[in-house]
């Protein structure tokens, strides 16, 4: 067994008070203790209190809220007919369920969609001083479809006067018909100030089509895109559109989720970047360029928050944290499936072209708790870490490397017989995360994997890595590249260790904190 480095030095650990966050329950504020306490029950993601989840719907910011809606069944633990579910935040960290939003109707089922605040009353709803939040989501009519027709999917809109508790669905519906195209969804809007319009980006089929509308119920045309473009042959759903800026210059972003076709296998989120001028969207790079959001396995039907107050201007991402591969197979009970940590989009320049990085949210700093740190220190095989004091299954870590000699390196997590590894493999250049031995992987043969993610930028090693009891999401370089990935092991990590094989590597930073839980 190899012994540790003579120049480890730990830095102890201490607890940092009055980090405890609160949160309300549909049955009111329950006491139970063995609330959010299940087998694999993320400490510090949003999961429903039970049953199916889904996409995240619908995401919109009004008067100090970020609403979180979400496809979901309230009858089962598998997909089944789709409902919207609510959720609600004040700091994007701790959650307050709310009863269900949208029930299905005599038009279909209540698939994934985006929500707004129509600011200027274009709906007519609401009124100058009181606007109206809108959701609008695709109709899925399940008779339709049993029938062999292929107009099923349709867009629908419903309106909130009350700060998204009480919806009314607009007797026109649908607003979007379908001209026979099975797969027609996913409708995504935002406010194009210099057409005065409602832009709607949607997911037809292998491409994306775009709408626009001056009052949210009726919708006309503009043009499409994706039909020679990245991932080929696939379906595509869940696209969203929007503007960034980098160095003063403004681009703007297409992201489409893609299911199957993902870099790791099952389902995953590309994205373009390029330029709107109210009609077309015209991509950057060349129609095989494929970007990835995330390399993970692990993050699909990620959209992004309307109506970020202009004084903060962030761009903030959530994704569902699964795979269509095996999402409904995954071995928990109560629940199936959590949101990933949210995280902030900004645009940054490669020697290739524009990339998109992700970054955890600020916010997520108020979970730190309890931490550790090491002093600067060579690795060689392999250095043990002392955590006895801290529960590394619901952690952040920072670490960042340099003085690379080494083939492979990066962290290990383990409970003694499963181990999970997080690391740089400096031949091929790549990042991965490795969940072979991670835990209970029988439940689907294409699970137990090591899964790759490209290095998009020459810098030191910097990997920020949360841990959440069933996942791991890996943010290196400063969210370049990310990774985020499920694990299911048997029992609780309690083993940290820090590898590097054939030769060795500085370890600039290391902190660890243990992470408080939002849910207890
Ligand atoms: C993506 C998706 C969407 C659809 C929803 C149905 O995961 O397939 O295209 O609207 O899920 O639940």
């Known amino acids: 067994m190899p012994t540790p480095n003579p120049f480890l030095l730990m830095i102890g650990c201490f607890a940092i008070v009055g980090c405890s966050q609160s949160v309300k329950t549909q049955e009111s504020s329950t006491e139970k203790s063995s609330y959010y306490t299940e087998k694999y029950r993320p400490q510090y993601h949003f999961t429903p209190e039970a049953n199916w989840m889904n996409d995240p719907n619908g995401m919109v910011n009004y008067e100090g809220e970020y609403h979180l809606f979400y496809q979901y069944y309230p009858d089962s633990t598998v997909w089944g007919p789709m409902h919207w579910g609510h959720a609600v935040s004040t700091d994007l960290?701790?959650?307050?369920?709310?009863?269900?939003?949208?029930?299905?109707?005599?038009?279909?089922?209540?698939?994934?969609?985006?929500?707004?605040?129509?600011?200027?009353?274009?709906?007519?709803?609401?009124?100058?001083?009181?606007?109206?939040?809108?959701?609008?989501?695709?109709h899925h009519l399940m008779e339709g479809e049993k029938a062999g027709r292929t107009d099923f999917q349709y867009q629908s809109i419903a309106y909130s006067l009350d700060k998204g508790r009480n919806w009314t669905k607009y007797e026109g519906n649908p607003v979007l018909p379908n001209q026979g195209i099975k797969d027609f969804r996913d409708p995504k809007v935002f406010w194009?100030?210099?057409?005065?319009?409602?832009?709607?980006?949607?997911?037809?089929?292998?491409?994306?089509?775009?709408?626009?509308?001056?009052?949210?119920?009726?919708?006309?045309?503009?043009?499409?895109?994706?039909?020679?473009?990245?991932?080929r042959e696939v379906l595509w759903e869940c696209p969203d559109l929007f503007p960034m800026q980098f160095d003063g210059k403004t681009k703007w972003v297409l992201?489409?989720?893609?299911?199957?076709?993902?870099?790791?296998?099952?389902?995953?989120?590309?994205?373009?970047?390029?330029?709107?001028?109210?009609?077309?969207?015209?991509?950057?790079?060349?129609?095989?360029?494929?970007?990835?959001?995330?390399?993970?396995?692990?993050?699909?039907?990620?959209?992004?928050?309307?109506d970020i107050p202009e004084e903060d201007g962030r761009r903030l991402f959530i994704g569902w944290m699964s795979n269509w591969l095996y999402a409904q197979i995954v071995p928990t009970e109560k629940w199936r499936s959590a949101m990933t940590i949210p995280r902030e989009l900004s645009l940054s320049n490669t020697a290739d072209g524009y990339i998109i990085k992700s970054k955890p949210i600020l916010e997520l700093n108020q979970l730190r708790s309890k931490t550790m740190s090491l002093e600067q220190t060579a690795v060689e095989r392999s250095l043990k870490i002392e955590t006895d004091s801290l529960d590394i299954n619901?952690?952040?870590?920072?670490?960042?490397?340099?003085?690379?000699?080494?083939?492979?390196?990066?962290?290990?997590?383990?409970?003694?017989?499963?181990?999970?590894?997080?690391?740089?493999?400096?031949?091929?250049?790549?990042?991965?995360?490795?969940?072979t031995q991670a835990g209970n992987s029988g439940f689907h043969q294409e699970f137990a994997q090591r899964q790759w993610g490209?290095?998009?930028?020459?810098?030191?090693?910097?990997?920020?890595?949360?841990?959440?009891?069933?996942?791991?999401?890996?943010?290196?370089?400063?969210?370049?590249?990310?990774?985020?990935?499920?694990?299911?092991?048997?029992?609780?990590?309690r083993l940290l260790e820090v590898l590097a094989k054939n030769g060795s590597v500085n370890l600039d930073e290391f902190i660890l904190w243990e992470l408080n839980s939002i849910w207890r």
């Open 93 to 138: 960290v701790s959650w307050e369920h709310l009863p269900i939003a949208l029930y299905p109707d005599s038009l279909g089922l209540i698939f994934s969609g985006s929500a707004v605040i129509d600011w200027n009353n274009t709906s007519g709803f609401g009124t100058d001083e009181e606007p109206p939040m809108i959701a609008i989501f695709t």
């Open 192 to 231: 194009h100030e210099p057409t005065q319009k409602w832009i709607m980006t949607l997911a037809v089929f292998d491409h994306v089509e775009f709408y626009s509308s001056a009052d949210f119920k009726s919708w006309d045309k503009l043009s499409d895109f994706g039909l020679n473009e990245g991932r």
């Open 255 to 306: 992201l489409v989720s893609v299911n199957p076709g993902g870099p790791n296998g099952g389902s995953s989120t590309q994205y373009f970047i390029g330029d709107f001028d109210g009609t077309d969207f015209k991509n950057d790079n060349s129609p095989e360029t494929i970007l990835w959001l995330d390399y993970g396995t692990d993050n699909y039907a990620g959209v992004t928050w309307s």
């Open 394 to 435: 619901k952690a952040e870590l920072a670490v960042t490397f340099s003085g690379i000699n080494s083939d492979e390196f990066g962290i290990r997590l383990s409970n003694g017989s499963e181990n999970v590894t997080i690391g740089f493999d400096a031949i091929r250049n790549k990042y991965f995360i490795d969940r």
């Open 454 to 493: 490209n290095r998009l930028v020459d810098d030191t090693v910097e990997l920020r890595i949360f841990v959440d009891a069933s996942s791991i999401e890996l943010f290196a370089d400063d969210g370049a590249t990310v990774l985020t990935v499920n694990i299911f092991p048997l029992e609780p990590y």
